[in-house]
């Protein structure tokens, strides 16, 4: 029953050891002071499994202290559960329906995140114990107490025993990348304005630690709220600039003048406003005027950029390209300032609405609008809902109707052992019945010899559990089942008389359990996250297309500026992220491309989303007839790719031709040889059109198939590229 961690880190045997330490600990000395010195065993019943289900069944990431903080914030959710199944026992056909609403509202609850998705599982347990017969609501307050003594206790051992050495927030890592970009700025601001080879690597370092698998679980800024979004986006706005400083195109050389008039102060105002965001996220000062500086200075210096006359290319692209730096820079101090104060935080009148559109919003409507957004059938914590929703009201039906023994063990096979697949659940259910049936010959064994002695079972109770609890986690499921089955019986034999038969009926149980799991897994989304990402991505890619199209036609024909309607793009987005963060707790199937990088296609959503709505908002006039041409042609040749790669991540491997196969998109005379003069909006959209591709060839795989890279780090069939081509390294993962 322990829980299998998808990240290796809550796996390892010292913090497994710690943790089988502190359940141990807590469950049996709360049973042990329920049962022998209360003499409650309905308190004792409830104390140990409100300990055990929060401990080792829920997946809740982090040291002592983070778990100990999640536990004590689902307290609450526990007592209401308790309730709830309490008085829904009245009836199966109530119990039921409770555990579908229920188990449904649990499960999709973890589209908030790792910290909500861990505590889930032990939830739903808190449920499932009180709704099985006797209906006893006047017992409520001794289940209450119960329940309420073992979750103090775990919490206490969480916080205080063994505790582990916390590693580097979230917070503190993007204040690092924030420093690392100020030394870059630094060095951008003297000649030869490029970085240093030493001075590059450090800055791809800095934006590769704000990838969220190299940061622990439970420091992610995954939840719905206020200040976690503001969190994600800095370490988001943090790796977009610093992809952009590496890239940032060299100046003209002597005697030509330096690419911009206002560069110099652009470049001194990103400096001190990036310093100054380091700052407050590290806690070391409270100020904002250099990022209020870098506002007015990013205003002037795009209102001096659009007075200025048509330039030539590398003039045009270190512009554009400077400009975008300074986009960038903006970006993270404004939402560094949120993640630090909260609703608290002064926004900006001229913020960008549509980035910054959680900025003062309260918990409930963030939450809402996480919540909303997952609720469809093409959401993978949908998908996860339903299955095991529908999988736990099935149980119930047939421990009800069958009057099964101990049902509640048949509910728990399937809350266990079902997977996001029908193949990881075919696959773990065959260890668990194994493992399940190994323990409980051992346990009718032992049930057998000690028969009523009940000094005994006491005893041995705290070493089987510890048992269980460190072997299990580290071993597999089958040994957890095993010795699982041997920790429940030394319970239940304190509880009331037992016989060996009591192994019999955990074994029926646990395979009626299994076997509704099977079924559901094959019946609900068989192939999981596996399947839906490429559905995902797909549509992603799709809507990408559509809206590079639209951005460079606005570009090409002029006008003022205007916010876009981007919603459609920001779905699809949010669909792929969902996807591919489930997708990475599955096993790899034989027919997955190794060389596809799903992160990229997220990386791309990102790049397209803010570099569109930029092109959008700055507003500016026509680019001529010829410029004109070579922009459509570029954006023809990234939006034909990007729907290639569509059809290829949507029919799967081996169902459509791979987009690294065809012709490169064909040339013309509009597009050979460098542009000419043109607007410094002509630039901006011609650096992110290239930079575009870049996206397409690392997803499919074509940046290790067509030969050497390209001066920029991209390679493959597609065309030249800008200034800003590895900027979308700085997308979230």
Request: contains cysteine.
């Amino acid at each position: 029953m322990c829980a299998e961690h998808a990240g290796r880190a809550d796996r390892g045997p010292s913090v497994v050891t710690r943790r089988a330490l502190r359940t141990t600990l807590s469950a049996c000395t709360s049973f042990f002071v329920c049962l022998y010195a209360l003499d409650r065993p309905v308190a004792a019943t409830y104390t140990l499994f409100a300990a055990v289900s929060m401990a080792a069944l829920s997946h809740i990431p982090g040291t002592g202290r983070q778990r100990a903080a999640v536990m004590a914030k689902a307290t609450p959710a526990a007592w209401l559960l308790l309730t709830i199944g309490t008085y829904l026992a009245i009836r199966t056909w109530s119990a039921v329906v409770g555990m579908l609403l229920i188990g449904f509202f649990l499960a999709f609850v973890a589209a908030a995140g790792p910290r909500a998705a861990g505590a889930a599982p032990g939830l739903q347990l808190l449920y499932i114990l009180p709704c099985f017969p006797p209906y006893a609501p006047d017992t409520l307050l001794e289940r209450l107490a119960g329940a309420t003594f073992g979750l103090l206790l775990l919490i206490l051992a969480e916080t205080f025993l063994l505790p582990e050495k916390p590693g580097p927030t979230y917070r503190r890592t993007a204040a690092d990348a924030a420093d690392t970009a100020a030394r870059c700025v630094a060095e951008l601001g003297v000649a030869p304005y490029t970085l240093s080879a030493a001075s590059a690597e450090t800055a791809k370092e800095a934006g590769g630690s704000l990838r969220p698998f190299r940061v622990d679980e439970a420091d992610r800024p995954a939840g719905p709220g206020l200040r976690d979004r503001a969190l994600s986006h800095a370490g988001l706005a943090a790796r977009t600039l610093l992809a952009r400083l590496v890239n940032l195109p060299p100046a003209p050389p002597p005697p030509g003048p330096v690419p911009m008039e206002q560069e110099a102060e652009v470049l001194t105002a990103v400096g001190r406003a990036v310093t100054e965001t380091a700052d407050l996220l590290d806690g070391k000062a409270d100020t904002t005027e250099a990022a209020d500086a870098l506002r007015r200075v990013r205003e002037q210096a795009a209102a001096s950029a659009a007075r200025e006359a048509p330039t030539t290319a590398p003039r045009g692209r270190r512009r554009a390209a400077v400009l975008e730096v300074t986009d960038a820079a903006v970006a993270l101090a404004t939402a560094a300032e949120l993640a630090v104060r909260g609703r608290h935080a002064r926004v900006p009148e001229d913020v960008d609405s549509g980035r910054f559109w959680y900025a003062g919003k309260r918990a409930p409507r963030l939450w809402w609008h996480r919540l909303a957004g997952h609720a469809g059938p093409r959401s993978v914590y949908f998908q996860n809902a339903v299955r095991i929703s529908l999988a736990l009201a099935a149980a119930r039906t047939v421990a009800g109707v069958d009057s099964l023994p101990h049902g509640f063990w048949a509910m728990l096979a399937v809350l266990s052992l079902t997977r996001t697949t029908a193949a990881q659940t075919r696959a773990t259910v065959r260890v668990a019945i194994t493992g399940t049936m190994l323990g409980a010959l051992v346990t009718g064994l032992l049930l057998a010899l000690i028969a009523g002695h009940t000094t005994v079972y006491a005893i041995a109770l705290p070493f089987v559990m510890l048992t269980a609890f460190r072997v299990g986690p580290v071993r597999g499921v089958g040994w957890a089942q095993g010795l699982f089955t041997l920790t429940v019986a030394f319970v239940f034999a304190q509880l009331a008389p037992v016989t060996w038969q009591l192994a019999e009926v955990r074994i029926l149980d646990v395979i009626i359990g299994s076997l509704i799991g099977v079924v559901f897994g094959v019946l609900a989304w068989p192939r999981g996250a596996q399947r839906e990402l490429h559905r995902a991505v797909a549509l992603l890619l799709t809507t990408e297309a559509e809206t590079v199209e639209r951005a460079t036609a606005a570009v090409v024909e002029g006008g003022p500026g205007h916010v876009p309607d981007d919603r459609p793009l920001q779905h699809a987005l949010t669909m792929a992220e969902s996807a591919f963060a489930q997708h990475q707790s599955e096993p790899r199937t034989t027919t997955e491309d190794p060389t596809t990088d799903w992160q990229a296609a997220m990386m791309s959503g990102h790049h397209v989303l803010w570099g569109s709505r930029r092109l959008f908002v700055r507003g500016g006039p026509a680019v001529g007839p010829a410029n004109g041409v070579r922009l459509d042609h570029r954006a023809a040749g990234v939006a034909t790719r990007m729907r290639k790669a569509a059809e290829w991540a949507g029919a799967g491997a081996g169902e459509a031709a791979d987009p690294r196969s065809g012709p490169p998109v064909p040339g013309g005379p509009a597009t050979d040889g460098p542009p000419g003069v043109s607007s410094p909006r002509f630039f901006a959209a011609l650096a992110w059109l290239n930079s575009l591709d870049v996206d397409v060839d690392r997803m499919t795989g074509a940046d290790h198939l067509f030969g050497p890279p390209r001066p920029n780090g991209s390679s493959g069939p597609a065309g030249p590229s800008g200034p800003a081509g590895s900027a979308s390294q700085a997308g979230p993962s």
